[in-house]
């Protein structure tokens, strides 16, 4: 019962670490597709394009990582593994989909989300973040 228990933990603390570590690279990213330092934007500017973006990804990479870390419940290695990569896999494609919707719309995205108004194309790149997110999942599954 113990052993279960203390391998248990060390499981939380693994999957936890990596956790941590695909939610920091997210925020890496989001703050390199915006003008200017995440940090400022959003806890100083107080801007909700800058925070839209980001909790679309960070919920996105919840999303991935839950259900990847669901889906190996059986091996610890393996299931590291998993999430790890699919968090990688997940953080590219919400990325890409940035850049996509960058291209094909008019204007720079980057630059709306440093606007201190809500913009509308922030909603469809946060919508476009989760979407990829759930159908991660739902191949992961």
């Known amino acids: 019962m113990l052993q279960q228990l203390l391998t248990g933990l060390l499981a939380a603390v693994a999957y936890g670490v990596i956790g941590v570590a695909m939610m920091a690279l997210g925020y890496l990213l989001v703050d390199l597709a915006t003008p200017g330092k995440l940090r400022d934007l959003i806890w100083v500017r107080r801007n909700p394009n800058a925070a839209l ?3 679309s990804g960070l919920l996105g990479v919840g999303i991935i990582l839950a259900t990847a870390i669901a889906a190996s419940a059986d091996d610890l290695v393996a299931g590291l593994v998993g999430t790890l990569a699919y968090g990688l896999l997940g953080l590219v494609l919400m990325s890409l989909s940035f850049l996509l ?8 995205l980057g ?5 201190p108004t809500l913009h509308p194309a922030t909603w469809v ?3 476009a973040h989760v979407v990829i997110a759930v159908l991660i999942a739902a191949a992961i599954w």
């Open 111 to 115: 630059d709306e989300l440093s606007s």
């Open 125 to 127: 790149s946060a919508t």
């Open 53 to 55: 973006l980001l909790v």
């Open 101 to 108: 919707i960058d291209a094909i719309t008019p204007g720079k």
